[in-house]
């Protein structure tokens, strides 16, 4: 049997078939047994074909096993015999090359999901599924020659010629070449083309070649159909193939019933023409669409996208519009499946990624350790290319609901949207732009009072500005005097759970014993300052800080001052607010109050010791005159900062983070308002502005070099004042000193002068302490004037009147502003060229012109 009459046999039964879903009960029977008799006229066909094949066979000793044998060498062949061989070859290669080109796709597809989806493997379809092509229903070409004797077309009657032709129409309408119109093989992924024989009438031909498209459109689309139908390109484009199968079953009902008709001799070529005008239009629709996936290689979200695009389209044609609905309403039904239980459970189920939510493997137990974990943002995100066309405004929406249903479904609650509703595709968005903001109303709420009320999330953020904006002032006192000589340790030395014991001590003595959430406040030892630290983080790096990042650790010696902070403990859910970012942002705050309150500390421990000094050393009273007032101007400065930071910065913020929360709908809003709190804070306490921290840092070494200068001149005093009491005493006592006693005074003074040695530098010990006091006073004046002026430049330039409430506390009378106008004229003046000015000519000059005139 020749591949002809198998295909005749394939499209009889295909046929048979398809006239078994007709909606006439009687004309299923009369092609049953119409059917039935050509299925044994095939047959008896077949046998008389294979007897007579057997006999050339035998009678042939070289024959080949091949549909075509290679010519010999003597033998020529015609041209068309070449041209009939050339088209074999090449149809051969083209569906070699084309199948291999879909199993690539196909393998890619595949990678890609089970990469995502790690523990799930998808299924695949075992390889005899591709590789038997009859499977399909599309054109078998380069099968092999045809045996099949047909008579030259050109020799008939036209009568005869369109009967002919017919029958062919209502083979190739199906997939299966005809006697005289036969389908050329693909190249690529081009439109079907076909080759009708020369030789037949050409009004015949012309009308034929109007028919012939439909058929063209009828192989695209079953190719379509057969390899979207692979678990590699998803559920959306499995339900598009299906609804697409539907159609092209009615189709063939229709050819069925042609076919009947040409059976009964009743149908003519345009006949046939006309009644399958409807159909044209419907295969070629279908067609276009399937090419259109095809080249934009759609999946899920984009093959809604380009459905709904086109219905939008045909706005204007109702036929053509009622059938791009009907795919779109199909093909959106599994993902409008995986939309539901997103919105209204908070579970993806998307074992082809064709979801518009894609999840990542991150884990949350991480957000409370790295300081760059990005749970909140990149746990889910939204894949731009897969969202629907007609959900594009609503994906925010979509993303977020999800999001918050996952958080409590992961916090162990069962969470079940009682709005929940199927959503169906249609024209009108507003249906289903409905359901999604219900949804996302519902989980906003459930998520939002899950935090604020079982979590108590205002609770905790309150327990953390106790402690790290240092709203409990009586705790500070207690930790600070408890921790003071631990702390000047260097850090290598410090014990930290010594430093634990000493934080519960203090909790436990102040009234933040009363704090419910005060055990989760730790101490954390940083490896770096609070400098090293903002300046990291504000991407500033200078030489000396490369040469700190390279440097061994072992070198970078800090005191436990200058690494101290405090650390939080946050559990799941509230790490979503309370994250490690947040926490940093507290740190940094912190850090920068702690140090600026350890400076006022050591600035009253001065006017303490100096206090006490001023007993052991009248004469030297005047001296100290200049460095009371320093101290004074150093203590004023310190204390309205941290006056400022606290009252001004950080009370008014926190009120407004506190209004906004009661007023915030969803959690974004609250993750949003406590950032923006957070910020604020940092830039109204300069710790974002690279050029006035550095200043500001200036500044808070002077005064810590002042004090501790201070404190050992003092300590000088008082151990030079004790000596001088200790002899005019001894010398008051005992009357003159003997030789002996003598010689033990310089031994006591020589140790006296060693211990001054030690502990006092060289400048203090040549009586220059007057000369280190106005050292001390210029340079504090000019960073204080230099952070002035950029204050106002800043609170000019960029708006900020918070700045400006600086200038005013620390320039309270214009002392300083007075200074920065004096400096400014004084700086204009250097910068101004010098003009000569012309002196009198010397007294001889006239004598010695008199003559020379």
Same mark, same amino acid.
Request: proline share 4%.
């Given at each position: 049997m020749d591949s002809r009459e198998h295909r005749s046999a394939h499209a009889g039964c295909t046929r048979e078939q398809s006239g078994g879903w007709s909606r006439s009960a009687e004309c299923t029977g009369v092609l049953a047994l119409a059917m039935h008799g050509l299925v044994c006229l095939q047959t008896l066909q077949y046998l008389q074909q294979n007897a007579k094949e057997r006999a050339e066979l035998a009678a042939n000793a070289s024959g080949s096993s091949t549909n075509f044998s290679a010519p010999t060498a003597a033998s020529k062949l015609s041209?068309?015999?070449?041209?009939?061989?050339?088209?074999?070859?090449?149809?051969?290669?083209?569906?070699?090359?084309?199948?291999?080109?879909?199993?690539?796709?196909?393998?890619?597809?595949r990678d890609k999901q089970n990469k995502k989806n790690s523990g799930q493997r998808l299924p695949v379809f075992p390889p005899w599924v591709y590789e038997r092509p009859t499977l399909v229903g599309d054109f078998l070409t380069g099968s092999g020659v045809s045996t099949d004797s047909a008579v030259p077309i050109g020799t008939l009657p036209l009568a005869s010629q369109e009967s002919a032709v017919v029958e062919d129409l209502l083979y190739v309408l199906v997939g299966v070449d005809g006697?005289?119109?036969?389908?050329?093989?693909?190249?690529?992924?081009?439109?079907?083309?076909?080759?009708?024989?020369?030789?037949?009438?050409?009004?015949i031909r012309e009308l034929v070649n109007r028919i012939l498209p439909v058929a063209a459109s009828y192989s695209t689309v079953t190719r379509f159909i057969e390899e979207k139908s692979s678990f590699e390109y998803g559920q959306v484009n499995h339900a598009l193939a299906a609804a697409m199968r539907t159609l092209v079953k009615e189709y063939l009902i229709l050819v069925t019933q042609l076919e009947q008709l040409q059976r009964q001799g009743l149908l003519s070529l345009q006949k046939l023409w006309f009644y399958i005008q409807p159909a044209m239009r419907t295969v070629d629709i279908l067609a276009s669409l399937a090419t259109s996936v095809d080249k934009?290689?759609?999946?899920?979200?984009?093959?809604?996208?380009?459905?709904?695009d086109r219905s939008f389209n045909y706005t204007g044609d109702s036929q053509a519009q009622e059938l791009c609905l009907y795919l779109t309403k199909a093909a959106s039904v599994p993902y409008f499946e995986i939309l539901e239980k997103w919105i209204y459970r908070g579970i993806i189920n998307d074992p082809y990624s064709e979801f518009m939510v894609e999840e990542h493997e991150l884990r949350k137990e991480k957000i409370q350790e790295d300081y760059n974990d990005k749970y909140w943002d990149q746990r889910y995100t939204v894949v731009q290319r897969q969202i629907p066309s007609f959900l594009q405004k609503m994906a925010g929406k979509v993303l977020s609901t999800g999001k918050y249903l996952n958080v409590v479904r992961e916090c162990g609650h069962d969470v079940t949207c009682p709005v929940a509703k199927e959503i169906i595709y249609t024209l009108k968005e507003r249906a289903y732009v409905e359901q999604i903001e219900k949804a996302f109303n519902y989980a906003s709420k459930v998520l939002l009072a899950f935090l604020m009320e079982e979590k108590e999330l205002v609770a905790h953020l309150r327990s953390i500005k106790r402690y790290f904006l240092m709203d409990q002032g009586d705790f500070f006192v207690h930790f600070m005097d408890l921790t003071e000589e631990?702390?000047?340790?260097?850090?290598?030395?410090?014990?930290?759970?010594?430093?634990?014991? @000493?934080?519960?001590?203090? +909790? =436990?003595?102040?009234?933040?014993? $009363?704090?419910?959430? #005060?055990?989760?406040?730790?101490? *954390?030892?940083?490896?770096?300052? @609070?400098?090293?630290?903002? +300046? =990291?983080?504000?991407?500033?790096? $200078?030489?000396?800080? #490369?040469?700190?990042?390279?440097? *061994?650790?072992?070198?970078?010696? @800090?005191?436990?001052?200058?690494?101290?902070s405090f650390d939080y403990v946050v559990k799941w859910p509230l790490s979503l607010i309370i994250n490690r970012k947040a926490l940093t942002r507290y740190q940094m705050l912190f850090r920068h109050m702690f140090y600026c309150k350890h400076v006022e500390r050591q600035l009253c421990n001065v006017w303490i010791s100096n206090k006490a000094a001023k007993q052991y050393s009248l004469h030297s009273a005047k001296w100290f005159a200049g460095a009371f007032t320093l101290r004074q101007r150093m203590l004023n400065f310190v204390q309205n900062i941290q006056y400022?930071?606290?009252?001004?910065?950080?009370?008014?913020?926190?009120?407004?983070?506190?209004?906004?929360?009661?007023?915030?709908?969803?959690?974004?809003?609250?993750?949003?308002?406590?950032?923006?709190?957070?910020?604020?804070?940092?830039?109204?306490?300069?710790?974002?502005?690279?050029?006035?921290?550095?200043?500001?840092?200036?500044?808070?070494?002077?005064?810590?070099?002042?004090?501790?200068?201070?404190?050992?001149?003092?300590?000088?005093?008082?151990?030079?004042?004790?000596?001088?009491?200790?002899?005019?005493?001894?010398?008051?006592?005992?009357?003159?000193?003997?030789?002996?006693?003598?010689?033990?005074?310089?031994?006591?003074k020589e140790l006296a002068r060693k211990y001054l040695a030690e502990h006092v530098d060289a400048p203090q010990l040549a009586s220059s302490f007057e000369a280190t006091i106005n050292k001390f006073d210029k340079n504090f004046s000019a960073h204080l004037l230099d952070l002035l002026a950029r204050l106002s430049l800043y609170s000019t330039s960029d708006c900020e009147h918070s700045m400006a409430s600086v200038i005013s506390r620390l320039d309270f009378n214009g002392f300083y502003t007075e200074r920065l106008e004096r400096l400014s004229a004084e700086r204009s003046q250097k910068a101004a060229p010098q003009v000569p000015i012309p002196r009198a000519p010397p007294a001889s000059a006239p004598r010695v012109a008199v003559p020379a005139q």
């Open positions: 041209m068309q015999e070449l041209e009939e061989l050339r088209k074999q070859l090449g149809s051969v290669a083209t569906g070699t090359s084309l199948q291999q080109s879909l199993e690539l796709t196909r393998k890619l597809l006697r005289y119109i036969t389908a050329q093989p693909l190249t690529g992924r081009q439109s079907r083309t076909f080759l009708v024989d020369p030789n037949l009438d050409l009004s934009g290689e759609c999946v899920g979200g984009s093959t809604l996208s380009l459905l709904h631990e702390l000047k340790k260097p850090v290598d030395d410090i014990t930290p759970t010594r430093l634990e014991a @000493l934080l519960e001590l203090a +909790l =436990r003595m102040s009234t933040a014993n $009363t704090d419910p959430f #005060k055990d989760d406040l730790k101490i *954390d030892l940083m490896p770096h300052d @609070l400098i090293t630290q903002l +300046l =990291r983080v504000l991407a500033i790096e $200078t030489k000396q800080e #490369k040469a700190m990042v390279h440097a *061994d650790p072992t070198e970078l010696t @800090l005191s436990g001052l200058e690494a101290f400022y930071m606290m009252f001004e910065v950080m009370e008014p913020t926190w009120h407004i983070l506190e209004k906004n929360l009661k007023s915030a709908s969803n959690i974004d809003d609250v993750l949003g308002h406590h950032t923006s709190f957070l910020d604020n804070c940092l830039k109204d306490c300069m710790l974002t502005n690279p050029e006035l921290l550095k200043v500001f840092s200036r500044l808070m070494s002077v005064c810590v070099m002042f004090t501790n200068c201070m404190q050992k001149f003092t300590q000088s005093m008082k151990l030079d004042g004790e000596l001088g009491r200790l002899t005019l005493e001894r010398g008051t006592m005992l009357g003159p000193p003997t030789e002996a006693e003598r010689a033990e005074e310089r031994a006591r």
